[in-house]
Each structure stands twice: as C-alpha cells, then as structure tokens.
C-alpha cells in the first residue's frame, strides 16, 4: 500500500535558486494538489489538477511558482527565483473522484537562505 | 472569503482527560467538514462530516457537525500521551456542478498535549 510520496523531503537553497518538487499521488487517484504550510498555520491551498488539467490556482502562487502534471501521474511544483518567505512545508495530496477526503504526502520542507 | 477558526489554540490536558476540540467556519457551496491530526508530518486523516447531527467515531475519538449553527467539535476521551498532536480542522467546498471538490480550507489547528 503505497500513499503520496514526495521528493525531496527536504532542500535548502540559497536565495535566487531554483527548486522542484515531486510528488506522486496515490495510483488510481485523479485529483492532485499542492498545498504550503508555514509553522503554526494550517496548509494553504496553492493548485490543483484534475487528470493532468490544472484546474485552479490560488493567488498565492505567484508567477515564480508553476506546477505540472504532465501525464496526469506525478506532479512537480518549481519555484523559481526562491525567496527567504518561500521556506515552509509544501505538501502535496490526492484524492479519488468524487470525494472530498484528501491524502496528504509527507510534505517537502524547504529552506531557503 | 472563507474562514474557518478553531479553539482552543492550544490545550494541555493530563493522560485520562477528555477534551473537546470547536471548530467553527463560514464558507460558500459548503460539501464537507473534515479533522486531520498532525504530529510533525503530514496531516492523517480522521473523520469526513456532511451531515448535521450524526456522530462519526473510531476508538476514542469521535465527532459531530451542526450545519445550522456552522460548527462541529472533535472529542478525545480517556486521552494518551500520543494523542498530542496539532488538530486540524477542514472544509471543503461543492463546485459548480454539485459535485465534491478538493480546494480545502484549514483552520490553525489546535495544539493538544497530554501529559503522563
């Protein structure tokens, strides 16, 4: 039994660099999202895909930030460009259709200095 | 916007103590109300509510939603040390067709720790 899986669990960067994050949901799940979660707040929506469409995205995803789901399988998230106020937890999780229960990852801690 | 407040912030209860945990919100085209418990990973899911006034439980936790009233609280009873955690309340929200939708929004959690 396999659950959502992301890669790396955690990264530091120095300011200005670019980061990528993996993330694969659990087989069979269509709906994936990515979601940012700083100390003592819960997650943040950040986008979502249905099959390999991205379907929304929050304001908070500036345009140093984009997302893919190429085949409709795994995901990456790029931040370009990182600044200090990008370090937080990103946390990827997926669902089935219908169903609003959602599967969280381990989450992708990243730090940036 | 949407909005969901949980209380207390943080709670520090001894093993054997029970505790009730509120989460209160106001959302548009609400679907569900989702608890989530995390201990320095990823949220775990715990409970989904849609409807008013049926308790879901699993051991010693349980909970219950009011939809009138916009709230529901998650009880622990007889509570152990590894129920310290952050507590997360979420809900989610009906697109345009009705259907479910996975655009959650989570409250701040509540910090729980059990002493021995």
């Known amino acids: 039994d396999t659950g959502v899986s992301q890669d790396p669990r955690h990264k530091i960067t120095k300011r200005g660099q670019n980061v990528t994050f993996r993330c694969d949901p659990i087989s069979e799940h269509n709906r994936l999202y990515w979601y940012r979660q700083t100390l003592g707040q819960g997650p943040e929506f950040l986008t979502y895909f249905q099959n390999e469409a991205q379907l929304e995205k929050s304001r908070l995803l500036s345009d140093r930030f984009s997302a893919e789901r190429p085949k409709g399988s795994f995901s990456t998230l790029e931040i370009q460009r990182t600044e200090q106020g990008d370090s937080a937890m990103y946390l990827c999780?997926?669902?089935?259709?219908?169903?609003?229960?959602?599967?969280f990852g381990e989450g992708s801690w990243l730090t940036v200095v | 916007e949407d909005k969901v407040v949980q209380s207390p912030l943080s709670l520090v209860v001894h093993e054997g103590d029970t505790v009730t945990l509120n989460c209160s919100y106001e959302?548009?085209?609400?679907?569900?109300l989702l608890w989530y418990k995390q201990e320095k990973k990823a949220p775990t899911f715990l409970f989904m509510l849609t409807s008013s006034g049926i308790e879901k439980k699993s051991g010693r936790l349980s909970s219950i939603l009011d939809k009138k009233e916009l709230f529901s609280i998650l009880n622990i009873t007889a509570t152990q040390t590894g129920d310290s955690a952050v507590y997360l309340c979420a809900v989610g929200k009906r697109n345009a067709g009705g259907t479910s939708y996975g655009k959650l929004t989570f409250g701040q959690g509540t910090i729980l720790t059990v002493h021995p």
């Open positions: 999780a997926s669902s089935p259709t219908p169903g609003n229960t959602i599967y």
């Open positions: 959302v548009t085209n609400f679907r569900s």
